[in-house]
């Protein structure tokens, strides 16, 4: 195992095109990293100027306390783990985990301790005799994990290794994956656009977006104190509902309002956030996520009261998330732009009115809330977030984007 260190690394290709832009990253020992952003973020770039496979343009790389810029990908002694699981299909699944080893002219008793070993760990003991053909995309995923194993490398390099996979086998293969890092405890570092992905996975994630850092940190850091309107929209599930609001006063409290809403903003978040006081009088973004609502019914009296209607619910197991419309354009700010022309089509937003907002709350499933109903909801205001409408940078923020 190792740390991985990049200092200041710029890629470059023909044209002046910057894939990757002064990049500084400290990967732990042991520690699960994950790069996640858009399409075209750089994070797959990053991935293979660490294993050798692209040079980088400037900045340092060191594996451990080697410096690797020079160091052609054999010798780096890392193992990458694609999107393509590139089985042999003529070879039995042991052949296949086997392969590299034999190449290498590691002795036959080693070759078969490591591939059982590995078969172990990942519940392919039963199937090593089989071809890839034999076997569902899962298992083909986890020979192509196993391959790495043996291997026994410094770390592993996993670029978007789920994506191939449906809905039902990404959840249990993220599940699988966990578990094995937490067996290897190997330096991992993991490329993906999935965010849900990013957040189960990861014990740091780096936030990418068009080859610059945005913010690294845990996932619940990432969450509660994003330092941008980008990494705002980016990370959560749905996302943060955000619209412009101007703060103001009333006997003696700050509020802010957008729509036909007032929310008084608390002592306690006025304190925590240096700064948002001197916006009074002025607009912001306001931030809420879904997660801060819940019908009132149920919801902490203290909390600030919201009235709404009710266009959509989607009940979901443990919870229904409401969607609602408000009266007030969506937000119109570049950050807001390059989310929105990232989304999926299937993901993307139905237009609605000109001049209204769709946004989402998730509440518990005891509400009995259905479309057409008008509902009062709870808003938690302890966690409002608040940005600057010229730079999107998250205003108070005390946690630093430029941290390792």
Known sequence: MAQIMLDHV???????????????????DGEFMVLVGPSGCGKSTVLRMI????????????IGELLV????????DLAMVFQNYALYPHMTVGDNMAFGLKMRQMPKEEVDRRVADAARILGLEQYLDRKPAALSGGQRQRVAMGRAIVREPQAFLMDEPLSNLDAKLRVGMRSSLAQLHEQLKVTTVYATHDQVEAMTLGDRVCVLRDGLRQQVGTP??????????????????????????????DGGQVTASFGAHLLTIPGSVLAARPGLDGYAGREVILGIRPSDFED?????????????????????????????????????????????????EDEAVIPIAEG?????????????????????????????????????????????????
């Open 220 to 249: 619940g850091n990432l969450l509660d104190h994003p330092v941008n309107l980008f990494v705002a929209g980016f990370i959560g599930s749905p996302s943060m509902n955000l619209v412009t609001a101007r703060l103001g006063t």
């Open 69 to 76: 810029n020079d160091l052609p990908p054999k010798d780096r």
């Open 10 to 28: 710029d890629k470059s290709y023909a044209g002046g095109v910057k894939a990757v832009n002064d990049l500084s990253l400290h990967i732990r």
């Open 356 to 404: 209204k907002s769709p946004w989402t709350a998730r509440v518990s499933s005891r509400s009995r809330v259905r479309p057409g109903d008008s509902i009062e909801f709870g808003v938690d205001t302890s966690n409002l977030h608040f940005f600057d409408p010229g730079s999107g940078h998250a205003i108070g923020q005390t946690s630093s984007a430029s941290s390792s």
């Open 296 to 344: 009132a019914r149920l919801a902490e009296p203290s909390w600030v009261r919201m009235p709404a209607t009710v266009d959509v619910t989607e009940e979901l197991s443990s919870e229904i998330r409401v969607i609602f419309v408000i009266n007030a354009p969506p937000v119109d700010h570049q950050d807001t732009a390059a989310l929105a022309a990232d989304q999926d």
């Open 51 to 62: 294993a050798g496979l692209e040079e980088i343009s400037s900045g340092s790389i060191r």
